[in-house]
């Protein structure tokens, strides 16, 4: 009969022995928010959606932070990691099940250098350039080859700790990634990919790109992806089962997602807004959207998990003369009245030359008029109509977390109409609203 106890002292024994052992590569991947679901798994050794048997390995994340302070706090961990490699993965990349063995194979006949596989702009071409001469251009990126770049993402990269060290200590107060944008009026954007590419450069470290790693970069939110067209999803493993690949038709809608998901206080999308102008797009703002997502609207809203900018409307500094549009559904009427013409009049600056303001918000003076004519149930739910939806739920833990707000001003058509000509708006209409809302309500449209 075995003994129990012995057995359990040498599982222990093992257990013990595994943590002395580092990982030989550390995957690392930057998230906007951790509470979502990445793509693929990496963390642990059970249900991963990579081949690493037979390598030690490690996970580390961060979620919440600027992509370029995030990506700078990872390759400081993996400098103390004790690993020989870093990957990156991006948490809407899908690699290839055998990906990382196919690139640790490269990187190992190719030492100091650092290895990418093959991810595309989504609805777009490859994120591989290659310099001839003076010109950059885009290579052909058919599987079976072996590419030196001139500038990829880093959404897909293995890099040898031993030249993340090097360049720490060539330069130790010089970040290994950084972002840019309107650099002293006249650099006008640097991505962290650039910079980190540049610092390769510099020092001579070749990059190099595996094409049989070819990967899908994913939409998490619908599955829809942009890859190789020779892909083939057997070969895939995933926690959001892909559905099919983007195309131009979807361009808008992935154009909008790139916004989405921002953590609270980052300044990025000032960039998406840039982006946007630069392609010549439409830029409407759904403020204080809460859970509603309007096609082709920036969603504006610090107590939504799904709007494309986590901002307080107070605090939001948006770039002068950008939107075409800014509609506002029934946020109005819970700003205080004393400060609603400052807002109105940033909302203004933010509008370009004949840009449009459409504010929906309840009719006081009709609301009111309902009152006095109900009783029982109808004149309750009128009440609510005027302060506030169940406003005799509010709490103070409700208040604090923006649910259930309570009406801070209200407004007829007139004296809405006689706010927003004061702060500068002109070819004023008052029409019916287009949304569903209880009670009585009308609708603003308004000129800059």
Not at 52 to 60: D, E, K, P, R, T
């Amino acid at each position: 009969m075995y003994n129990r106890d012995k057995i359990i002292a040498t599982m222990q024994e093992i257990y013990d022995e595994s943590k002395t052992i580092a990982p030989y590569v550390l995957i690392a991947q930057p998230r906007r928010n951790l509470e979502e679901t990445a793509a693929q798994n990496f963390d642990g050794y059970d249900g991963l959606h990579i081949d690493l048997m037979g390598f030690s390995h490690g996970f580390v994340h961060i979620g919440g932070e600027k992509v370029d302070v995030a990506r700078n706090y990872l390759i400081e961990q993996a400098l103390t990691s004790g690993a020989k490699y870093m990957l990156f993965i991006g948490e809407d990349t899908v690699l290839p099940y055998d990906g990382f063995k196919v690139l640790h194979e490269t990187a190992e006949a190719n030492p100091d250098a650092v290895v990418t596989g093959v991810y595309y702009i989504k609805c777009s071409d490859a994120m591989i350039m290659v310099r001839n001469k003076d010109w950059i251009t885009i290579p052909n990126v058919d599987p079976g080859q072996l590419i030196e770049a001139w500038q990829t993402g880093m959404d897909v990269m293995m890099i040898p700790i031993s030249v993340l060290q090097a360049m720490k200590d060539e330069a130790p107060d010089l970040p290994f990634t950084c972002i840019g944008n309107n650099i002293n009026d006249e650099i006008p954007f640097i991505g962290e990919d650039n910079f980190f590419v540049h610092r390769l450069h510099k020092r001579g470290t070749k990059l190099l790109v595996n094409t049989d790693v070819q990967c899908l970069h994913m939409d998490l939110a619908s599955g829809l992806y942009t890859a190789h067209p020779s892909v083939d999803l057997k070969n895939y493993y995933t926690n959001i089962k892909p559905t099919r690949p983007l195309t131009l038709d979807d361009k808008e809608f992935i154009d909008r997602r790139w916004a989405d998901r921002l953590p609270e206080g980052t300044g990025s999308y000032k960039s998406v807004i840039a982006k946007l102008l630069e392609e010549g797009q439409p830029i409407k703002f759904n403020m204080g959207c809460g859970r509603d997502r309007l096609p082709g609207y920036l969603g504006v809203d610090m107590h939504s998990d799904t709007a494309d900018i986590k901002q307080d409307i107070m605090k939001l500094d948006l770039p002068e003369h950008c939107a075409d549009e800014i509609f506002a559904s029934h946020l109005i009427e819970h700003i205080p009245q004393h400060r609603a013409p400052s807002v109105l009049e940033k909302w203004l600056n933010t509008l370009k030359e004949g840009g449009m303001l459409v504010l929906e918000t309840p009719d006081l003076a009709g609301l009111c008029k309902d009152y006095l004519e109900q009783d029982g149930a109808d004149q309750h739910m009128t009440a609510m109509c005027i302060y506030g939806a169940h406003v005799d739920r509010i709490t103070p833990e409700t208040q604090e977390k923006g649910a259930l707000s309570p009406h801070l001003w209200g407004y007829t058509p007139k004296s809405l109409a006689d706010l927003c000509t004061a702060v500068g708006f002109k070819d004023i209409k008052i029409l019916p609203v287009t949304g569903q809302h209880p009670g009585k309500n009308f609708r603003l449209e308004a000129v800059k």
